[in-house]
């Protein structure tokens, strides 16, 4: 019986991967063993598995170069991916890559410079990402690195003949996973996790064997971005949506009393509260057209920067149920200083989701992966694409730069939002003709970005699995 390693690096994938009973169904036909990373917060609920054979722990000093080498890549090849050079300018704090070609970049660029020289730090990434440099920098960094020893122990143990890792495509981990499987002859795959990991990250400088990604989309992506191979990399979809094929023609309960628009908040930052005053205002100023309705305001739950979200300054806007201790705490460790990472730990139940969707009349969402789960459950969506004023992560910005969301203006379903001043106004014609018309369901061909058989994903895996099996 052949034997699967599944390595498990984040809290993510064991809701993904091991919740969802993909783990399990493997295990079912193959000798499928779990090694989880000994930094995430649920590993306990792996370590009562009868297949989990250990962890590997990470050490920070090789975790911080591969860091390091992340970024330097995100540079060195901003020009595969407009979302490199735009994750770039936002971690970095630079605001126009091409300060060199007008005078505004240019003072830009020495502000930048006198920023870092402040915080005592020297902008290195880019000049080590120089294709004069890039080369040099890259045979000493790889003197400089060294294997994970844990998980090296353990692939020497277990001697496994594939190896799956959840991945979104820049994990540390993932570098010491392809070259175990080289030097030791393991086949490794990837399985990419999210619709935009294979835009949006980096690049890779080892490849695995194997990706397994959402759709036809993705497909173009490694090949263009990353140099795969057509043959390396199956559609396989995501597991995280099968509730929503399961559930679309028998919706669950739904979780909130009344009629209600709900709004999904992005994890970039927008002016969210901006957009959710806008809409309370139309409703309490057009209560003859909107009756009781009411608008439930789903925050991301790993939302970056501070929301200013308060429930008592609104009439017709209520936070979610399942989000509301969450948000109390993201907010309370936010005043006590603490990091994001300490919020990042919450899981929320997808089991959850298609009931908070399917119940809603429509859906208003800045440009996120939930605005596909809501056409998963054949929900309208009011796609908010404008600038809010406010943030470099506005959603004009996000719509403009990341790869990801090329070709969703096709989708049917979507209404596009390009001017906050027409928020209510869209809102305001959306509800009113649906109204008129009824609630019918949306039906959008979403196949270009997401690959579905009318099987589980479960299933899918297993062929996977067969087809590396046999694969040279």
């Known amino acids: 019986m052949k034997k699967i390693f599944f390595v498990i690096s984040s809290d993510l994938y064991i809701r993904n991967y091991i919740r969802t009973g993909v783990i399990d169904s493997i295990n079912e036909k193959y000798d499928c063993k779990i090694v989880v990373s000994s930094d995430i917060f649920y590993k306990d609920e792996v370590e009562r598995l009868n297949n989990f054979v250990g962890h590997y722990c990470s050490v920070t000093k090789q975790v911080n170069r591969r860091k390091l080498l992340r970024n330097v890549i995100l540079w060195r090849y901003r020009k595969k991916s407009t979302t490199f050079g735009y994750r770039f300018m936002r971690s970095s704090g630079l605001r126009d890559l091409n300060f060199f070609s007008s ?9 930048y410079i006198k920023r870092t020289l402040k915080r005592r730090s020297i902008p290195f990434v880019m000049i080590l ?23 090296l122990e353990l692939l020497n143990k277990e001697k496994p003949d594939i190896i799956f890792f959840p991945s979104s495509a820049y994990e540390p981990i993932g570098y010491d996973i392809i070259e175990a499987g080289d030097q030791n002859k393991i086949k490794t795959v990837f399985l990419i996790d999210n619709w935009d990991n294979l835009s949006s990250k980096t690049v890779f400088l080892k490849k695995p064997d194997f990706l397994t990604v959402w759709g036809k989309q993705s497909i173009e992506h490694a090949v263009k971005i990353h140099d795969f191979k057509e043959k390396q990399i199956i559609m396989i979809g995501t597991p995280r949506f099968d509730i929503y094929y399961k559930t679309v023609n028998n919706v669950p309960k739904s979780p909130i009393n009344g009629k209600y628009v709900l709004f999904t908040g992005a994890a970039l930052e927008m002016d969210e509260t901006g957009a959710l005053k806008e809409l309370d205002e139309e409703l ?9 309705l009411k608008i439930i305001y789903r925050p991301h739950p790993w939302r970056q920067g501070k929301n200013d979200f308060n429930e008592s300054d609104f009439k017709h806007v209520e936070l979610d149920i399942q989000m509301k201790d969450h948000y109390a705490r993201q907010k309370l460790q936010r005043t006590m200083g603490k990091k994001r990472k300490e919020s990042i730990n919450f899981q929320p139940n997808i089991d959850y989701y298609p009931a908070i969707l399917g119940n809603a009349l429509f859906i208003v969402s800045p440009l996120t992966t939930m605005a596909l789960e809501a056409l998963l459950m054949e929900k309208k969506v009011l796609l908010i694409v404008y ?19 090329r070709g969703i203006e096709k989708l049917n379903g979507f209404t596009f939002c390009k001017n906050k001043s027409r928020l209510k106004q869209q ?9 008129r018309d009824g609630f019918k369901p949306v039906r959008s061909d979403l196949s270009y970005f997401l690959f579905n058989d009318n099987r589980e994903y479960k299933q899918r895996l297993i062929d ?5 099996i046999k694969s040279k």
């Open 284 to 292: 309490e100023q057009n209560k003859d057209i909107y009756g009781d």
């Open 103 to 111: 005078l505004n970049g240019m003072k830009e660029f020495l502000s």
């Open 387 to 405: 600038d809010d004023g406010k943030n470099f992560t506005t959603p004009k910005n996000v719509f403009k730069y990341y790869e990801h969301f």
């Open 427 to 435: 809102f305001r014609e959306l509800y009113v003709r649906m109204s």
């Open 464 to 468: 996977v699995i067969e087809y590396v």
């Open 129 to 151: 990402g120089h294709p004069l440099i890039y080369p040099f920098f890259l045979s000493v960094y790889k003197k400089r690195i060294t294997q994970n020893k844990s998980l």
